[in-house]
């Protein structure tokens, strides 16, 4: 079964509006991480913000905040004043459980992001 | 600055080549990861480490195996290369997770192509 859905193949945002990247995962431990990571057309992954599952309050980087619902099992992200240099792949991922070096990540299929000027 | 690096970003390689993707990570990280990235799929597991000599199968490790001596040091082997085996490698390292968050750093990829 799919543990983390990213129902947006793709997104367009105008420069400096606001942007919601949609995430939604399925587990049955109390226990886990939330991840989302930028990939630009180079092809590195850069983490950009952390979300766990114990957390009281949504997580927030600059400009990347995580909308986090617990009982809806969603951990949207979004992009505040959109940049042209946010035109990215974007990938929610999910880690469980939280204490174990045998514990993964996995990853959803990923949307891309374009912001026109 | 911390980092992970990998021996190639791009390679070419015949069907039936053996082909060895090499990881490196200066961080002091115990486990270590080995993914492929598909248009449309996202990132698969192959394989991953969780400390030196140990290894563990990911979602995807037929026709892949792989190899750590040193704690620093990851490598990907494809055995007999095949043209289904053309895709983005992707290496990531991370501490051993205890409660923080613990994220995975990646390095900057390797395209490898099977002809």
């Known amino acids: 079964a799919q543990k983390i859905t990213q129902t947006q193949p793709g997104m367009f945002v105008q420069e400096k509006e606001a942007v919601t990247l949609d995430c939604t995962y399925d587990?049955?431990?109390?226990?886990?991480?939330l991840f989302w990571y930028k990939q630009p057309s180079s092809g590195e992954m850069i983490f950009l913000i952390y979300q766990g599952s114990y957390d009281q309050q949504n997580a927030t980087e600059g400009r990347y905040s995580l909308n986090f619902q617990k009982a809806r099992k969603s951990a949207n992200l979004v992009i505040s004043a959109s940049q042209l240099g946010d035109s990215a792949m974007y990938f929610c991922?999910?880690?469980?459980?939280?204490?174990?070096?045998?514990?993964?990540?996995?990853f959803g299929k990923g949307t891309m992001l374009l912001v026109s000027p | 600055d911390v980092k992970v690096t990998q021996s190639s970003r791009y390679l070419v390689k015949r069907t039936g080549e053996k082909v060895f993707l090499e990881c490196v990570q200066d961080m002091d990280h115990e486990n270590m990861f080995w993914y492929r990235q598909d248009p449309g799929l996202g990132l698969r597991l192959i394989y991953f480490s969780y400390d030196v000599k140990m290894k563990e199968k990911g979602d995807i490790p037929e026709g892949y195996s792989v190899s750590r001596e040193k704690k620093e040091r990851f490598s990907l082997i494809l055995e007999s290369a095949s043209t289904n085996q053309t895709s983005m490698y992707l290496c990531?390292?991370?501490?051993?997770?205890?409660?923080?968050?613990?994220?995975?750093?990646f390095g900057p990829g390797t395209r490898l192509t099977v002809l």
């Open positions: 991922a999910m880690r469980d459980p939280m204490n174990s070096g045998y514990s993964t990540l996995t």
């Open positions: 587990t049955s431990d109390p226990s886990y991480g």
């Open positions: 990531a390292s991370r501490h051993t997770p205890r409660g923080a968050r613990n994220e995975q750093f």
